[in-house]
């Protein structure tokens, strides 16, 4: 069963930092593309980053690109996202997100519960 657990969400200042984590299992994950997702208050979905499987290849949406860092450690099964110079347009529920294919044959794409990210003074 392909999971995917978010962890590291929280309240925050304006400014501040926070990483953070998604846990993966039931999936080859060092051959699928991971992302974070998040959607704001009212929103819909944004598209944050996306990383390559091997994880030299990344990008990001203009309104986090300089201040997020996304990476992966395929020796955890863990996605990361580095979160600097937070400010209130932030806050929202993250999501990663994985797509790839299980035994080389049958295509995926998961989604996992979410974590809140609060930024506010």
């Known amino acids: 069963e392909v999971q995917l657990v978010e962890s590291g969400g929280g309240l925050v200042q304006p400014g501040g930092t926070l990483t953070l984590s998604c846990a993966a299992s039931g999936f080859p994950f060092s051959t699928s593309v991971m992302s974070w997702v998040r959607q704001a208050p009212g929103k819909g979905l944004e598209w944050v980053s996306s990383i390559s499987s091997g994880g030299k290849i990344t990008g990001y949406a203009d309104s986090v690109k300089g201040r997020f860092t996304i990476s992966r450690d395929n020796a955890q099964d863990t996605m990361y996202l580095q979160m600097n110079n937070l400010n209130p347009e932030d806050t929202a529920v993250y999501y990663c997100?994985?797509?790839?294919?299980?035994?080389?044959?049958?295509?995926?794409?998961?989604w996992g519960g979410g974590t809140q990210v609060t930024v506010t003074s």
């Open positions: 997100h994985a797509s790839g294919l299980i035994h080389d044959v049958s295509p995926f794409d998961s």
